[in-house]
């Protein structure tokens, strides 16, 4: 792509319960910050409800108009999560459980001594041709399909997908990101990175919490597009939780 | 309409800065809640740019597809609050100052010392045909044109010109309101606001603060589609005001 011109972008939150008003969005700004921070334009945004003619126009519709669409949502184990199946229809391919995706959910399971069920390997269908986006959080993971981007409604997984989903994107200036494991739940390190945030205004520090089997962990994701500044933030955040 | 089918809508929010994730929206929650309130299914929101293509263009097509099209966004006083000129060319009608919304801003800004200018004028710019929607926060108003109505997009003001629309909404089951003049500060009678809500859960209770002039005071609107159930509330919440 050329610097004077950068990707375009659409989002397509799926789901009724954001409709209905019962669920309040909280990631339309966050995506919203994460493109602006890595130079693609956000054009347009829409909500459709859990139903496959509105989601499949709707893919159809921005993946054609825009350089990228990405979508959240719908991709749970329940009758309604019919995001993947739309997705396929809208690509016109096949969907089927992906070998990759049940293994990572079945060695999830047997950590977190889950039962299996056929619901739950709902989880692991995708449309044919896509590439897995890892879930660092609840390991069922999104995909990636043409210039569609799959990723889940809940906003910590969400997050956790879209620093995956960043990696792969067209950015004109490439972002890069230094991830540390910090250890210890999110309200022992909320002080000290939001000092480490504030101190560093070129990065942006994301704070992921995810059970690690034994109890709730934080991995911290520091992105910039100034290696120096990240450089700083790292050495600054792992100074800060040194000191805890 | 018949019973069995409710009237549906969509959402059209207007800006740049919500693209860009400068300015999280809390619109979409809000008129949600509201639509399910009254029995509308809002089946589409859309958040688009302050570009007059993008928005001709969301006007037409939710607008066609939607019994009640409700916009956000892009009527202030600034060169790029292209809203009402998009919306008529969208219905392709002129458009031109409203003699009614002139007055109406005039008689507020010699209220409030406010000096008119040109840029404050272009708020009186109204679609032909359309009706004015009343906007007690701020006294620039909305306006309905067909089935599309177009408000501000700004929390308080959208909240109140949105206390106005509903009633003009073709809802099966009719909300009554009942309106109170609390007189204080919100941050004055919030705490008993609250309690009231809390106890009246058949009854949605907005608060609208605005400047009547002297100082900021607080309109109370309670709605409701249970007339037993609103009268309680008012009883509740006028002793609870008095108490104060």
Redesign the interface.
């Known amino acids: 792509m050329p610097e004077t011109k950068p990707p375009t972008a659409a989002v397509l939150?799926i789901g009724d319960e954001?409709?209905?008003?019962r669920t309040?969005?909280k990631n339309?700004?966050?995506i919203?910050?994460?493109?602006?921070d890595v130079g693609i334009?956000?054009?347009?945004?829409?909500?459709?409800?859990d139903r496959e003619d509105?989601i499949v126009e709707a893919v159809r519709a921005l993946s054609a108009k825009y350089d990228v669409l990405l979508t959240t949502g719908g991709i749970g184990p329940t009758h309604d999560d019919i995001t993947a199946d739309c997705v396929a229809k809208a690509f016109g391919v096949p969907i089927g459980h992906h070998p990759e995706a049940v293994a990572i959910l079945q060695a999830n399971w047997k950590k977190r001594n889950i039962v299996p069920n056929e619901a739950r390997l709902r989880m692991a269908r995708i449309p044919e041709g896509a590439e897995l986006i890892p879930n660092v959080v609840s390991a069922a993971p999104g995909f990636r399909i043409g210039n569609v981007y799959v990723m889940a409604g809940v906003p910590a997984i969400m997050q956790a997908m879209m620093d995956e989903v960043v990696k792969r994107l067209p950015v004109s200036q490439p972002l890069i990101s230094e991830t540390i494991e910090a250890g210890r739940g999110e309200g022992d390190i909320a002080v000290a990175a939001a000092k480490v945030q504030a101190d560093n205004p070129a990065v942006r520090i994301g704070s992921y919490p995810y059970h690690d089997g034994n109890g709730f962990v934080t991995r911290l994701v520091l992105r910039s597009r100034d290696a120096a500044a990240l450089a700083e933030a790292r050495r600054a955040m792992s100074e800060a939780l040194a000191g805890l």
Chains 1, 2 share one sequence.
């Open positions: 939150v954001i409709l209905s008003g309040k969005d339309i700004g966050f919203a910050d994460t493109l602006t334009d956000l054009e347009e945004v829409r909500i459709v409800a509105a």
